[in-house]
């Protein structure tokens, strides 16, 4: 009778552990995600933090029936390898674009770092996933809020609007700006045109096409300049990170 190599077995209780914490690791991650509202929440950091686990798992020691038979050579890589790149198409479901603004990116990220630590729980790397773990927390609950409090005064503002040819329409756009104390550090003027995605224009009116690169240390006088601008008759449509605003045609 053959006996499996001990490196290709694991007890039950070493299983279970591993997988208790993988979902421990990867809910710890997720519970930042899903208190910030994030597309990729709690149970969604758990599960693909578990299943890399169990994938990781399955790769180690589910053939291990296998080892001394003629010809069977394991590589336990082999599966955990097929995680990292599909977990890439679940990443890109967080990733969320509107114009010029990207959303999702930090959560695509995490969720790929959470099946990093799943497929380092499964193979009994525990302290890379601990620390790993650790510094991952540190940088969505620390850094974010060091990151709103020190670098937002130098945090550029990206927005665009489409707006009708009018004289004197450039200063009606810049003056709001400026009564909110708000920096212009880029402008870029284009024709609009029927083919333009943020065009509304259905008759004759030229159209001008802006896009400003804007410095605010306040976020409420950058909505309220967005607001007033929003309010001008000449514009017909503003796209900016959590704002967004389109003319009824009537």
């Given at each position: 009778?053959?006996?499996?190599?001990?490196?290709?077995?694991?007890?039950h209780?070493?299983?279970?552990?591993?997988?208790?914490?993988?979902?421990?690791?990867?809910?710890l991650i997720?519970?930042?995600?899903?208190?910030?509202?994030?597309a990729a929440g709690?149970?969604?950091?758990?599960l693909?933090?578990?299943?890399s686990?169990?994938i990781m798992l399955?790769?180690?020691?589910?053939?291990?029936?296998?080892?001394n038979?003629?010809n069977?050579?394991?590589d336990?890589?082999r599966l955990?390898?097929q995680?990292?790149?599909?977990i890439?198409?679940?990443?890109?479901?967080?990733?969320?674009?509107?114009?010029?603004?990207?959303?999702?990116l930090t959560?695509?990220?995490?969720?790929?770092?959470?099946?990093a630590i799943?497929?380092s729980?499964g193979?009994?790397?525990?302290?890379?996933?601990l620390v790993c773990?650790f510094?991952?927390?540190?940088?969505?609950?620390?850094?974010?809020k060091?990151?709103?409090?020190?670098?937002?005064h130098r945090?550029?503002?990206?927005?665009?609007i489409?707006?009708?040819?009018?004289?004197?329409?450039?200063?009606?756009?810049?003056?709001r700006?400026?009564?909110q104390?708000?920096q212009?550090t880029?402008?870029?003027?284009?024709p609009?045109?029927?083919s333009?995605?943020?065009?509304?224009?259905?008759?004759?009116?030229?159209?001008?096409?802006?896009?400003?690169s804007?410095?605010?240390?306040?976020?409420?006088?950058?909505?309220?300049?967005?607001?007033?601008?929003?309010?001008?008759?000449?514009?017909?449509?503003?796209?900016?990170?959590?704002?967004?605003?389109h003319?009824?045609?009537?």
């Amino acid at each position: 009778m053959t006996t499996v190599s001990s490196v290709w077995q694991i007890s039950h209780l070493d299983l279970i552990v591993r997988m208790v914490l993988a979902v421990v690791l990867g809910g710890l991650i997720g519970l930042e995600r899903e208190l910030n509202n994030h597309a990729a929440g709690f149970r969604t950091h758990i599960l693909v933090c578990l299943g890399s686990a169990t994938i990781m798992l399955l790769s180690e020691y589910g053939f291990s029936d296998f080892v001394n038979e003629p010809n069977v050579r394991i590589d336990p890589s082999r599966l955990a390898a097929q995680v990292v790149s599909g977990i890439g198409f679940l990443g890109a479901g967080a990733i969320l674009r509107n114009g010029s603004v990207i959303k999702g990116l930090t959560t695509a990220a995490s969720v790929w770092l959470v099946a990093a630590i799943g497929l380092s729980v499964g193979a009994g790397f525990i302290t890379g996933a601990l620390v790993c773990t650790f510094l991952v927390l540190i940088s969505l609950y620390l850094l974010n809020k060091w990151e709103k409090h020190f670098l937002r005064h130098r945090r550029t503002h990206e927005i665009e609007i489409m707006i009708n040819e009018h004289p004197g329409f450039l200063s009606l756009v810049t003056s709001r700006f400026g009564e909110q104390g708000i920096q212009v550090t880029n402008l870029k003027m284009m024709p609009g045109s029927e083919s333009s995605p943020l065009s509304g224009n259905t008759g004759n009116t030229p159209m001008m096409h802006l896009c400003f690169s804007l410095r605010c240390p306040k976020h409420e006088k950058l909505l309220a300049a967005y607001e007033q601008i929003a309010a001008l008759d000449i514009v017909v449509r503003m796209e900016a990170a959590n704002f967004i605003f389109h003319k009824k045609v009537a």
